[in-house]
């Protein structure tokens, strides 16, 4: 199952974004590697195959928002 998530990017009257990518970026990975953490210390019951699977396509979409925010950055539609 892959559905395809879209995130518009958020800018004011003067083209600038409201949220800084690297944030964003910074937030789904370090949720991503919590998960990871967790399961390598065996400190919760979850799913290795299930959060690695998460943790990629959390890491595919911080890749996407930076390169949307880059290309808007640099005047070129993404």
């Keep these: 199952m ?8 958020i800018v004011d009257d003067r083209g600038n974004l409201q ?3 690297s944030d ?3 937030l789904l990975r370090t ?6 953490h967790l399961v390598e210390a065996g ?3 979850l799913d290795e195959d299930t959060v690695a699977a998460l ?6 979409l911080a890749d996407r928002i930076d390169v949307a925010c ?9």
């Design 19 to 21: 949220v800084s990518a």
């Design 31 to 36: 949720v991503g590697g919590r998960w990871l």
């Design 43 to 45: 400190e919760q019951d």
């Design 70 to 78: 880059i290309a808007h950055s640099s005047g070129s539609a993404p």
């Design 2 to 9: 892959s559905r395809e998530v879209t995130l518009p990017l």
């Design 24 to 26: 964003v970026s910074k």
């Design 55 to 60: 943790t990629i396509e959390l890491a595919k």
